[in-house]
């Protein structure tokens, strides 16, 4: 799908140590500001337990799970949307990324420094997010400027336009995001043409001490972060970049005993991949057959051609329908066969909304 997540915050949060784990692929990390100049970009594997149920019932040659993608921008800093540190080049990287993961530091350590001098996640919060506002306000500006002499003239699209401009602007001197206003279809269009920064998905992602991995909620900064996030309808991911970048490590078993002498059920990456896959609105169909069995990442909303070409162009050039059973069908039958005989495999059409979950066969003809 070529979806990608950047992973901001002020310098020092644990961005780049966050990403190490994410991908192993080793991204710079030392205890000084801009030691990420360049984005570096890393692709991780959706965890998803249905493909192991389903690598299990198939026996197949290879199993090949779906990918998602971080890329690792460097640390914001105050005065960024005004140049400050290297903030134009930052925020040209955020601008290209589909949602930002904002790391925010909520662990004391004296032998890493702050960039503000004190440990307060939600004046980092603030900084970012003002940064981010402060850049699309400038945008906006530009372009009153330029349509705001057109709709004068009575070009009915210039004026739609205005319209929208005036409300953005309205919102970002309040201080509030491009993502806390309603468009409709037509009006997004406009939106989508600015490239806000603040339009994106939010993620918070509270990065604690090895002390709170267990207990996070007893962390004053995680309430904290919780409720801010209430007020900007976002989720808030705890994680421990420290020992998540150990775990990363680690092979599959050595994981699970690993988390049980911590205390936890789940990684704190596993649960930031998933949320950060959902944030985006996608979702997974799979294909399964004695040669492989494979894991498709779509967006939410796509119907069974677009679905298949996913796999190849052909496939939805071609389209002439789609074999189709759920994933808890087909585990409830115990084998396709049996899915078969029990009238759970359906024949869906170009009009089939795909699910997630759906095991598909795509049938086509070019």
Not at 132 to 158: S, Y
Not at 334 to 352: C, F, N, T, V
Request: aromatic share 8%; proline share 3%.
């Amino acid at each position: 799908m070529g979806l990608t997540a950047g992973i901001v915050g002020l310098p020092n949060v644990g961005k780049s140590t966050l990403f190490n784990a994410i991908t192993k692929a080793g991204a710079e990390s030392a205890n000084y500001p801009f030691c990420t100049i360049e984005p570096n970009v890393g692709i991780v594997e959706v965890p998803d337990e249905r493909l192991k149920v389903l690598t299990e019932m198939f026996k197949p040659k290879r199993t090949v799970p779906t990918v998602f993608e971080f890329t690792d921008i460097a640390g914001i800093v105050k005065g960024a949307s005004k140049g400050e540190g290297l903030g134009n080049k930052f925020l040209s990287h955020i601008r290209q990324v589909d949602a930002i993961c904002q790391v925010v530091r909520c662990f004391t350590d004296e032998n890493i420094t702050h960039v503000a001098g004190k440990v307060d996640p939600l004046a980092d919060i603030e900084t970012i997010n003002l940064e981010l506002i402060f850049a699309d306000l400038e945008t906006v500006d530009k372009r009153i400027d330029r349509v705001g002499k057109i709709a004068k003239q009575k070009d009915k699209d210039a004026a739609f336009e205005y319209d929208i401009l005036l409300r953005l602007k309205e919102t970002f001197e309040a201080g509030k995001p491009a993502r806390t206003l309603s468009f409709t279809e037509e009006e997004m269009k406009v939106v989508k043409q600015l490239h806000l920064l603040t339009i994106k998905p939010m993620l918070y992602v509270a990065n604690v001490g090895e002390e709170d991995v267990a207990d996070p909620n007893s962390n004053p900064f995680v309430q904290q972060v919780r409720e801010f996030a209430k007020s900007d309808n976002a989720e808030v991911i705890v994680v421990c970049a420290k020992i998540e970048e150990e775990i990363a490590q680690l092979d599959d078993e050595e994981k699970e005993l690993f988390l049980q002498e911590l205390g936890i059920e789940q990684s704190g990456l596993d649960q930031l991949i998933r949320a950060s896959y959902s944030l985006l609105g996608l979702a997974t169909f799979f294909t399964a057959g004695e040669q492989e069995v494979r894991a498709w990442t779509f967006r939410k909303g796509m119907k069974a051609p677009e679905c298949a070409g996913i796999i190849h162009s052909d496939f939805e050039r071609g389209f002439i329908r789609a074999e189709t059973v759920s994933y808890e069908d087909l585990v409830a039958a115990g084998s396709m066969a049996a899915a078969r005989e029990a009238g759970k495999i359906r024949l869906e059409g170009k009009d089939y909304e795909v699910q997630d979950g759906d095991i598909i066969y795509f049938r086509f003809n070019v």
